[in-house]
């Protein structure tokens, strides 16, 4: 059964930077593709970033682009999300999620449906 655990999330300044992290357990991930996304209150849940496990290959939504790296340490199953210049804006609840990679190449922008596991979440709140 896969599991996807979220942590380091927490209150920062505006400007100041974050790294949180999702441990995977429960298979062999090396075909699965592993995504952040994040939900604002009153909003719907949104793609932040996203990294295929086998190639590296990695896409961000335009609002974190050169702020937030996506990146993977295949030896502890564990993704990070290293979150830099951060914004009141981003503030929010982040989500891990995983799943199979199939026919899906590297230009692939994944939506919610796209994912079959998920972990609880991780408030971040960035203070203004």
């Known amino acids: 059964q896969v599991q996807l655990v979220e942590s380091g999330g927490g209150l920062v300044q505006a400007g100041g930077s974050l790294r949180v992290s999702c441990a995977a357990s429960?298979?062999?991930?090396?075909?699965?593709?592993m995504a952040w996304f994040r939900q604002a209150p009153g909003k719907e849940r949104e793609f932040v970033a996203r990294?295929?496990?086998?190639?590296?290959?990695?896409l961000y939504t335009d609002s974190v682009k050169g702020r937030f790296t996506i990146s993977s340490d295949n030896a502890k199953n564990t993704v990070y999300l290293q979150m830099n210049s951060l914004k009141p804006e981003d503030t929010a609840v982040y989500y891990c999620?995983?799943?199979?990679?199939?026919?899906?190449?590297?230009?692939?922008?994944?939506?919610?449906?796209?994912?079959?596991?998920w972990g609880q979440g991780t408030q971040v709140t960035v203070s203004s």
């Open positions: 999620a995983a799943t199979f990679v199939g026919f899906r190449g590297s230009s692939w922008y994944p939506k919610v449906r796209d994912f079959d596991y």
């Open positions: 990294i295929m496990w086998n190639s590296g290959a990695t």
């Open positions: 429960g298979r062999t991930f090396s075909s699965y593709a």
